[in-house]
């Protein structure tokens, strides 16, 4: 039952769980969560993540198929990624690979002709995952009530395959270097500095995690050096500091990746809640 007075402000990771993990628990809890709250709110900050991580990453599982035209050897390529820096993308495709076999109909015709039974399996995989990744990019302005906080610098274009090479095109997936970041104004107001610095002090500075170094370098530098401009990399850099100073004070950050949110919202006197 939702709360007509509550109001969430929908991170990266539920929209994805809610657009891209078909009849999972993990959707199935998202979109409980997102009808639980009387008011949703989905900033196109969510939007470009997505398309830049977890979309990407289905494409590339997409276009992986395309590549060998074997089911076999797609699952060695996602198997010989290095754990260590493609851990992320691993498991991405894992689950991209989870969500193409529940839309896979048995007995589905899939025309064309076939070297093996692997090379068919192979393009009904990647029909399968063309399919989500269109039908969950039409459907991401439509799972919440309003989507907000536009960006001027970012354009949202629609992913296309390419004619010759049968591969998805993402692009662009990050903003124009060429435009001045939409949210660099904000971010440089003056009564902004007090939360910058709470939100730089909530990210230990011992930590060994990449992630967490950028993150507070880039604070660092918005807080000490105003005039610089926010380069594109430096927007992504800040990342989950972004969605806890942007954040309107009567909504909760709504997000499966409470590890990193809940001491950066809490810094600042916000909250984030799990699905």
């Known amino acids: 039952m939702s709360n007509s007075k509550s109001k969430a402000y929908v991170e990266t990771t ?27 709110l989905l900033p196109v900050y969510s939007i470009k ?14 276009d992986k198929f395309v590549q060998t035209k074997s089911l076999a050897d797609t699952v060695q390529a996602m198997s010989s990624m290095n754990p260590y820096f493609l851990a992320g993308r ?101 009564q902004a500095k007090e939360l910058l610095i709470a939100l730089r002090d909530a990210i230990p500075e011992s930590s060994s995690r990449v992630e967490d170094r950028n993150r507070r370098s880039v604070l660092n530098q918005l807080i000490r050096q105003p005039q610089k401009h926010i380069t594109e990399e430096e927007c992504r850099w800040l990342g989950d500091a972004i969605f806890a100073f942007f954040c309107p004070r009567d909504a909760v950050i709504l997000t499966t990746n409470m590890r990193d949110h809940v001491p950066l919202a809490e810094a600042i006197g916000k909250r984030a809640e799990a699905p």
């Not at 994805?16 to 949703?40: F, I, M």
């Open 90 to 190: 691993r498991s991405t495709a894992l689950e991209a690979l989870a969500a193409a076999t529940r839309l896979l109909v048995a007995g589905s015709d899939v025309t064309g002709d076939y070297m093996s039974r692997d090379s068919e399996d192979a393009d009904r995989y990647r029909l399968a995952l063309a399919k989500l990744i269109v039908l969950s990019w039409k459907k991401r302005r439509k799972l919440t009530h309003q989507t907000i906080q536009e960006l001027d610098c970012y354009i949202e274009a629609a992913p296309r395959t390419d004619k010759t090479s049968g591969f998805f095109d993402l692009s662009p997936q990050h903003c124009s270097v060429e435009k001045r970041c939409s949210l660099e104004g904000d971010l440089k107001a003056p």
């Open 14 to 40: 539920v929209l994805a769980d809610a657009l891209l993990k078909p009849d999972t628990p993990k959707q199935s809890r998202a979109l409980a969560a997102l009808a639980r709250y009387g008011e949703t």
């Open 49 to 62: 993540e997505l398309k830049a991580g977890a979309l990407g990453h289905f494409a590339w599982l997409h």
